[in-house]
């Protein structure tokens, strides 16, 4: 059952740190680009051919990679609960809502359901999703992608994730912004898609916020890397922590390869 307890007065800096690392997380992608990362097994040095790849390299394929399955990705649907909770797994606010993407980045947005503070769902998730709506319609813009302009790429080591065994690179932002972030991000070796991103805001976001981390999770389905799960945290002066979960389900994909259209 979701708890009705309403977010005091103090809390809407809370709801408003929560939505701006909401965005920081749901933006951070390639196209124009859970708690923290596992500690075992522990990263290996770098095998050939990585071992001889320049961070610039690397950059390189990852975008030409991505570019290429965006050319083939038509359009998806999925299921996606948003969860505002505490660490203790108590959830003040949820809503489930069914997600439509079409090619090139035309997003749409049905609620199937809400439950909890109505606060909290307006001020934090429906405005996570309005924003996200408007930047994939032009109306809105944050340039927090990831790539060249925006980061510089530390290669670290080897390490596997799931099925996955990834190259792992230190993501340096170039400048401070509250839609950047600094951390690691695991790259598929065979695919050079993005498995994980793991790190916090570039910028601080509030002085109520004593630290703030993120990680989002993405899965194969098919040839296309999607969004599993984005888990942010922050801890709040006088407060404690406070957590926006979001779950992606129930993907259906069309893509050319599929309809039998021809790739330009």
Same mark, same amino acid.
């Given at each position: 059952?979701? /708890?009705?307890? $309403?977010?005091?007065?103090?809390?809407?800096?809370?709801?408003?740190?929560?939505?701006?690392?909401?965005?920081?997380?749901?933006?951070?992608?390639?196209?124009?680009?859970?708690? $923290?990362?596992?500690?075992?097994?522990? !990263?290996?040095?770098?095998?050939?051919?990585?071992?001889?790849?320049?961070?610039?390299?690397?950059?390189?394929?990852?975008?030409?990679?991505?570019?290429?399955?965006?050319?083939?990705?038509?359009?998806?649907?999925?299921?996606?609960?948003?969860?505002?909770?505490?660490?203790?797994?108590?959830?003040?606010?949820?809503?489930?809502?069914?997600?439509?993407?079409?090619?090139?980045?035309?997003?749409?947005?049905?609620?199937?359901?809400?439950?909890?503070?109505?606060?909290?769902?307006? !001020?934090?998730?429906?405005? !996570?999703?309005?924003?996200?709506?408007?930047?994939? #319609?032009?109306?809105?813009?944050?340039? #927090?992608?990831?790539?060249?302009?925006?980061?510089?790429?530390?290669?670290?080591?080897?390490?596997?994730?799931?099925?996955?065994?990834?190259?792992?690179?230190?993501?340096?932002?170039?400048?401070?912004?509250?839609?950047?972030?600094?951390?690691?991000?695991?790259?598929?070796?065979?695919?050079?898609?993005?498995?994980?991103?793991?790190?916090?805001?570039?910028?601080?976001?509030?002085?109520?916020?004593?630290?703030?981390?993120?990680?989002?999770?993405?899965?194969?389905? /098919?040839?296309?890397?999607?969004?599993?799960?984005?888990?942010? !945290?922050?801890?709040?002066?006088?407060?404690?922590?406070?957590?926006?979960?979001?779950?992606?389900?129930?993907?259906?994909?069309?893509?050319?390869?599929?309809?039998?259209? $021809? $790739?330009?």
């Amino acid at each position: 059952m979701i /708890g009705r307890n $309403q977010f005091s007065a103090t809390d809407l800096s809370i709801i408003r740190t929560i939505l701006a690392l909401g965005m920081l997380v749901t933006g951070a992608n390639i196209t124009s680009a859970a708690n $923290q990362p596992d500690a075992s097994p522990a !990263l290996s040095p770098l095998q050939a051919p990585a071992r001889f790849l320049t961070s610039d390299e690397l950059f390189q394929k990852l975008l030409e990679h991505n570019h290429m399955r965006d050319l083939r990705l038509e359009h998806y649907s999925a299921v996606r609960t948003y969860q505002v909770t505490n660490t203790q797994g108590k959830v003040y606010a949820q809503e489930v809502v069914r997600v439509e993407y079409r090619a090139p980045e035309h997003k749409t947005f049905t609620i199937d359901s809400e439950e909890g503070s109505r606060m909290v769902r307006e !001020l934090v998730l429906k405005r !996570l999703i309005e924003s996200e709506s408007e930047t994939s #319609s032009g109306s809105a813009h944050r340039d #927090s992608s990831i790539k060249p302009a925006n980061y510089d790429f530390k290669l670290l080591g080897e390490q596997d994730v799931g099925s996955s065994h990834c190259l792992v690179v230190e993501a340096v932002p170039k400048r401070k912004d509250k839609y950047l972030f600094e951390g690691r991000i695991w790259i598929d070796a065979k695919d050079y898609a993005i498995v994980r991103i793991a790190g916090q805001p570039a910028q601080r976001l509030s002085f109520w916020i004593t630290r703030a981390d993120f990680v989002r999770q993405y899965q194969k389905i /098919g040839d296309f890397w999607l969004p599993q799960r984005d888990e942010t !945290l922050v801890h709040i002066r006088l407060n404690g922590n406070k957590a926006l979960i979001i779950d992606h389900c129930d993907y259906t994909i069309d893509s050319l390869a599929e309809t039998g259209t $021809q $790739q330009p």
